[in-house]
């Protein structure tokens, strides 16, 4: 099994995260950090720039950021926002748990 998670934001940082990483950083951040956590084959990281949707699904997600105002990067998976902002691997690793990723370590046992 390969869960998609979708990493939403924008080249322009938001005016709230300006000491964060961008949210292409981020992609790259979550990738290398799960990578490690679950090899590469459990997951697929996408990055989307909501200011130039690719999708009807990334086209929605970026009606919803603009009118709900929400912070990116945003972080989905199987449609449900699991990090906003400056999101935290803690979230993740349980929303990918509960789908039934499991940890390297644990595969090995």
Do not use: H
């Amino acid at each position: 099994m390969t869960v998609d998670i979708k990493v939403f934001g924008t080249e322009q940082l938001c005016a709230s995260c300006v000491n964060l990483p961008s949210a292409k950083e981020t992609a790259e951040w979550l990738e290398a950090a799960l990578s490690r956590k679950y090899g590469s084959d459990s997951f697929r990281i996408v990055y989307s720039d909501f200011q130039q949707p690719q999708t009807d699904d990334d086209k929605s997600w970026a009606n919803r950021i603009i009118e709900e105002d929400l912070w990116y990067p945003l972080v989905v998976i199987s449609g449900e926002i699991v990090g906003e902002g400056n999101p935290k691997l803690k979230d993740i690793y349980e929303k990918l748990e509960s789908m039934g990723v499991q940890p390297i370590a644990s595969l090995a046992e």
